[in-house]
């Protein structure tokens, strides 16, 4: 009997630090996620800048889209490995195709729920400035990211180029700093709030079988927002 509750109190200890690992490992990405966004951010807001007066097209959107998620998967893929020897961490691998797979749905879920608002209070409100929406292109750039962050365990050095290795060393610097880093930190710990919320809902949604049913009604909806698309490019 106290050899069982010896092994039972092992198992939940082990248990614990996987847990808490795990957390750490998804803190930290919402830490990189959150320094990511606000330096690419400064990126779109020259861009913009530079295009004022014009009203972006949708392709110009989602280029951009395609671009900041390729860095984002690749600078991701360079906090799972050891740079100086160049080995990857199965463990943070898996961990982060899993976070950025929940995140990049979650940004989805958040522009339908954007465009759903806009098409029932924002019946006034000129296109160009609802912003561009495509279901097949989120789909698309998302697929693209996913296969890249993949890609990267295959063939390592692709992930290494001089653009991403500045993101990795901007963001571990301002990570550093008292203030910035702190506030950043602190956006961290609300990510894993939300991936846990997000996790525990899917789980929900998936035993209760209406996980299905939003797949299909989505699939349905794509038709509607091509048409959408065609008038915007004709705008």
């Given at each position: 009997m106290n050899e069982l509750l010896a092994v039972l109190g092992n198992c939940l200890k082990n248990l614990q630090i996987c847990i808490m690992e795990l957390l750490n490992f998804i803190f930290r990405l919402g830490v990189v996620f959150a320094i990511f966004g606000f330096l690419f951010g400064l990126f779109e807001i020259g861009l913009m800048i530079l295009q004022t007066g014009r009203v972006r097209s949708i392709w110009e959107s989602y280029t951009v889209?395609?671009?900041?998620?390729?860095?984002?998967?690749?600078?991701?893929?360079?906090?799972?490995m050891n740079l100086d020897e160049g080995k990857i961490?199965?463990?943070?691998?898996?961990?982060?195709?899993?976070?950025?797979?929940?995140?990049?749905?979650?940004?989805?879920?958040?522009?339908?729920?954007q465009q759903a608002l806009f098409a029932?209070?924002?019946?006034n409100i000129p296109l160009g400035k609802m912003g561009n929406f495509s279901l097949k292109a989120e789909?698309?750039?998302?697929?693209?990211?996913?296969a890249l962050f993949v890609l990267f365990l295959m063939f390592p050095f692709l992930a290494s180029n001089k653009f991403s290795l500045w993101f990795h060393d901007s963001i571990?610097?301002?990570?550093?700093?008292?203030?910035?880093?702190?506030?950043?930190?602190?956006?961290?710990?609300?990510?894993?709030?939300?991936?846990?919320?997000?996790?525990?809902?899917?789980?929900?949604?998936?035993?209760?079988?209406?996980?299905?049913?939003?797949?299909?009604?989505?699939?349905?909806s794509s038709k509607d927002d091509d048409k959408f698309d065609d008038f915007e490019e004709m705008n």
């Open positions: 889209k395609l671009v900041k998620y390729l860095f984002l998967v690749s600078v991701t893929f360079m906090f799972c961490s199965p463990y943070h691998f898996t961990i982060a195709s899993c976070t950025l797979l929940i995140y990049f749905v979650g940004k989805l879920q958040s522009k339908q729920e029932q209070f924002g019946k789909i698309a750039v998302i697929s693209i990211s996913i571990l610097n301002i990570e550093d700093t008292p203030v910035f880093g702190f506030i950043f930190k602190i956006i961290g710990f609300f990510f894993v709030v939300n991936m846990i919320m997000k996790v525990l809902n899917g789980i929900t949604l998936i035993m209760s079988g209406r996980a299905f049913v939003k797949v299909r009604s989505g699939i349905h």
